[in-house]
């Protein structure tokens, strides 16, 4: 049996896109749909919309974050396969198929799908999302993927195993990170599944887009208090030397220049995670602030 986990709060626009790209497909598998969220809009758009399908659950989570809103979900879930998403965005046709055949290989402890942005490359922002999906994220997997290297699920769309990890901190900030590094750090390997597409808007404000990746960039600077593995996917060293890399990714003048301003972003964003969470030592909720121009 499969259990696809949705974790949601304040989305009532976005929670049925969501769950109905799952109910959607052909799922060759007994199937449930876990849905949490805390809040009140979300709940009744679920409980009204899928009152007469037994196979969507709802839970109502104590509003302290998504970490806790998983831990639930773990002690809930009755499949043996658990399918992570939230509840802003939606997946591709089959998706399900394509990540579940992987956990064939017992050796498989979590699969990775693809996050496609939904963005417009026509300005600024949706361009960065658009580098940072299909360089950053996409590339990289399928690179390290070939060379038998740890990989990061993304926590827009992955899979695990059941069993393997039965809760995670509730502190912390990169929830797919630190469940990739411990099922890793359990000898199981992660695999990437590019067909298995997760589609997702990214910010459309800088201030939003700061908090967002605050939250991503500041989760893997926590990383070394929460786990012991010392492989990562993302830190500022590593990204410098992928610079190279996202400097071939520009197509004209204009979208080199938004390259080199996302490489100064990038920069800005590591010395304010650096100071908050080092010198200032922000609280969890000080940083895992809601994004707004997502939803």
Request: charged residues 30%; glycine residues 4%; aromatic residues 10%.
């Amino acid at each position: 049996m499969l259990s696809i986990i949705i974790t949601s709060y304040k989305e009532p626009l976005t929670i049925r896109k969501a769950v109905d790209s799952f109910l959607k497909q052909d799922i060759r598998e007994k199937y449930e749909i876990i849905v949490l969220a805390p809040d009140k809009e979300t709940a009744e758009v679920v409980k009204k919309a899928y009152k007469n399908n037994k196979k969507v659950i709802y839970i109502k989570d104590p509003l302290k974050g998504k970490p806790t809103a998983l831990n639930i979900a773990f002690k809930k879930a009755r499949g043996q396969i658990l399918i992570l998403s939230d509840g802003d965005v939606y997946t591709s046709e089959n998706s399900v198929n394509y990540l579940v055949k992987h956990f064939k290989n017992k050796k498989v402890g979590a699969v990775s799908g693809r996050p496609i942005s939904l963005n417009e490359k026509t300005n600024i922002l949706g361009y960065w999302s658009h580098l940072l999906t299909d360089i950053g994220a996409h590339e990289t997997r399928l690179l390290w993927t070939k060379k038998n290297k740890f990989i990061v699920c993304s926590g827009y769309l992955m899979t695990i195993r059941k069993g393997i990890i039965n809760s995670i901190p509730e502190n912390s900030l990169a929830d797919d990170a630190v469940i990739s590094h411990l099922i890793y750090g359990k000898g199981y390997k992660i695999e990437y599944e590019p067909n298995a597409k997760v589609y997702v808007k990214y910010p459309t404000t800088f201030k939003d887009w700061i908090k967002q990746k605050k939250r991503s960039a500041g989760g893997y600077n926590q990383l070394k208090n929460l786990i012991q593995n010392k492989e990562t996917m993302r830190s500022f060293t590593r990204e410098s030397i992928e610079v190279f890399r996202a400097l071939r990714y520009p197509k004209n003048i204009k979208e080199f220049i938004w390259t080199i301003a996302l490489i100064i972003a990038r920069l800005y964003l590591w010395i304010l995670i650096f100071i908050e969470i080092n010198i200032k030592k922000e609280k969890f909720e000080n940083i895992w602030t809601r994004v707004e121009s997502t939803k």
